[in-house]
Structures are given as structure tokens and as C-alpha cells.
């Protein structure tokens, strides 16, 4: 799919009950990795047994072979073109993990979201919880100013669970034991713990999913 800055690929898992599905989520990844990621997957195959469509789209550098993600002006650039051409015209959500989640946050009162999902937002680099006067990513989450939903490891070393900020339309929900990829250490649980604890995150976003778009009139959609 074209961008301004490249070709962008998209990968659509269709709800279980096309017919009944009236909402789509639109997902891309993070600075350090594609689409493959654990949650990213978590969310496309376990969403449309909701009745949830979910697209997960891959930025034109990661389908270009390129290592290292543009500026974050580009992303943007790049996701809100692809939204343009898929022109969801039932009520939508737009989201991501790390860096894909801190795109949908500055974009989504631009191409009309209805609500953000945030999968491990990055709320500041490991370690600058000891440098008190190095600004924290918040500013994103609050600006998004739509209905927000954070899904945050509980150990994840760029903020956690209890960091993010309060306000009235952000909701966050902790993975027990996770870290910024959502890897579980043996000593709590590992894989069968990752799991669980991403399976009930699932549950909690199909439910913020309906609960969001709820205020739309989507039987004109």
C-alpha cells in the first residue's frame, strides 16, 4: 500500500462472524520489531473472536529491509496515510505497540478514531527515573484525546502500570510478572504465565473495544 514515504503492508484477521463485526482495529508495531510481535499476535488472533476486525500494519521502513525507524514525523506521515486508503467508514480504533502506540496516540483525533490502543507504550527510556528533569512521553497519552487503552507489562523497565499518568480517558490494564515485550521470567510463571496474562488482556481490550465505540451510531456504519 503507497505512502509518502514508501510502501506500507497490511495484514487483516477478519472477525469470526464477518456478518456481526462492526468495528476494525488498526495496530502497527514498535522501533525495535514488526508485526510478529507476541502481543501484537495475541490481539489479532484473539480480537475477532469478538467480532472485531483487526488490520496490523507494517511501516514502509520495516518492508523496505531498513533497521533503523524514521522520525516519528514519518510514522505518522506513513500510518495516516494507510488509514486514508483503507477509509474505515464504520467506527475504528487505532493503536500499537511501543513506538507504533505512541503514533496512534498523535494521530488518532486526525483520521477519527474512536479510541487508542496502547500495547507497551514507552513511557520514557530505562533508567530515566533517576534523571527527574528528563520529560516522560505522558504528554502523548493525555493528548490522544480520545478513549485510551494502556496494556502495560508490570515490569516493563520504560515505565509501568503505576507510572502512567491519570486521566479521565486513559484506562490501564497490568500484565502480572511482564516486561516490555511481555516475557514472563521462569521464576513467575514464564511461557504459561505470558499466556494467561495476555489472553486476559485480550478479554479486557474486547470489552474497552465495545465499550468505546458504543457512543457511535454503528448501525449507519
Do not use: K, Y
Not at 508495531?29 to 488472533?45: C, R
Not at 531498513?66 to 493503536?95: H, K, N, W
Amino acid at each position: 500500500m503507497p505512502t509518502p514515504h514508501g510502501d506500507a503492508r497490511i495484514t487483516i484477521h477478519r472477525a469470526r462472524n464477518p456478518a456481526a463485526s462492526v468495528v476494525t482495529v488498526l495496530l502497527s508495531h514498535g522501533a525495535g520489531g514488526g508485526v510478529e510481535a507476541v502481543d501484537l499476535g495475541a490481539v489479532a488472533t484473539g480480537l475477532p473472536d469478538s467480532g472485531v476486525d483487526v488490520v496490523l500494519v507494517e511501516q514502509p521502513w520495516r518492508v523496505a529491509g531498513r533497521r533503523l525507524a524514521p522520525a516519528p514525523s514519518v510514522l505518522d506521515e506513513a500510518f495516516v496515510a494507510v488509514i486514508g486508503q483503507l477509509a474505515p467508514t464504520r467506527p475504528f480504533v487505532v493503536g500499537g505497540r511501543s513506538a507504533g502506540a505512541r503514533v496512534a496516540c498523535r494521530t488518532a483525533t486526525a483520521v477519527g478514531a474512536s479510541g487508542v490502543l496502547a500495547l507497551a507504550f514507552p513511557l520514557r527510556p530505562p533508567g530515566a527515573a533517576s534523571r527527574p528533569n528528563r520529560p516522560d512521553r505522558s504528554g502523548e497519552l493525555i493528548g490522544a484525546g480520545v478513549s485510551t487503552l494502556v496494556i502495560q507489562g508490570e515490569r516493563d523497565t520504560f515505565g509501568g502500570p503505576g507510572d502512567l499518568p491519570a486521566a479521565a480517558h486513559i484506562s490501564v490494564f497490568g500484565v502480572p510478572g511482564a516486561d516490555h515485550g511481555f516475557a514472563v521470567r521462569v521464576r513467575d510463571g514464564g511461557a504459561q504465565a505470558r499466556h494467561d496474562g495476555l489472553a486476559g488482556a485480550v478479554e479486557q481490550t474486547a470489552r474497552w473495544v465495545w465499550r468505546t465505540v458504543s457512543r457511535t451510531d454503528v448501525g449507519n456504519s
